[in-house]
């Protein structure tokens, strides 16, 4: 595909992975006809149009929410920036080799994996970095609703500014090898007890757990939330 126009010339503007996802029934919906039913596959891909007695028979159709949910998994190696527009991004185990990007509205959930360009997310909806490693500076600023930041490590400054979520920033057994800077956030950040390696300004100062003996002890932020990748993150000090 690659060495056909336009495709050759515009490489660098697609973006092509694949997800294998386990279905519950082999084929698919109404085949041959509609007294087959549905079947029990992710993306309920359907012919007569979904099943729909008015379309046309041949006519195969899925659900384009299935479709977005799946192809947001993203694993393996990417090349170059990755750009989160809209909906939910979820990098797992993966390495971005450049920076990632997220665009208001939209939200980043990234479990493991290496990131080896800068974070910069503003007015995301959500940004969870969990037992993930940041190679570049990480800018998070007017998150909405969750902003979690767990067992991570950053090797850049970071700076958390102007973020109004629905419950505190958590940024907990993470070390953060650059400054980290907070201001203006509501509420004010927590560590949820559990002991940051970070050398923090504003908010970020109180993120240091002052127990003699915070390790040993295990995160959890159970959460609700529209978004199905999400529900409890566990982080363990060994």
Request: aromatic share 4%; proline share 5%.
């Amino acid at each position: 595909m690659w060495s056909i126009e336009p495709y050759k010339s515009y490489r660098n503007y697609f973006n092509v992975y694949r997800v294998d996802i386990v279905s519950g029934e082999s084929g698919i919906g109404c085949d041959p006809d509609l007294s087959a039913g549905r079947k029990n596959t992710p993306l309920s891909m359907a012919f007569w149009g979904g099943c729909n007695p008015s379309s046309v028979q041949r006519l195969i159709t899925m659900s384009n929410s299935a479709a977005n949910t799946y192809a947001n998994l993203v694993t393996g190696t990417r090349n170059g920036t990755l750009s989160v527009r809209s909906g939910v991004t979820c990098l797992n185990d993966a390495r971005i080799n450049g920076g990632v990007t997220v665009s208001a509205g939209a939200s980043l959930v990234v479990t493991g994996g290496t990131i080896s360009g800068a974070v910069t997310a503003t007015g995301a909806a959500e940004v969870h970095l969990l037992k993930a490693r940041v190679n570049g500076a990480v800018s998070i600023s007017g998150t909405t609703g969750r902003l979690v930041i767990a067992g991570a490590e950053l090797r850049g400054a970071a700076t958390l500014n102007g973020n109004t979520t629905t419950d505190p920033l958590v940024m907990a057994g993470s070390s953060v090898h650059g400054a980290l800077a907070c201001a203006g956030n509501t509420p004010a950040p927590s560590n949820a007890g559990v002991a940051n390696q970070i050398t923090g300004s504003g908010q970020c100062a109180g993120l240091v757990d002052p127990r003699p003996n915070p390790r040993g002890k295990t995160y959890e932020a159970v959460v609700s939330s529209t978004i199905p990748e999400r529900g409890m993150y566990e982080h363990n000090h060994n």
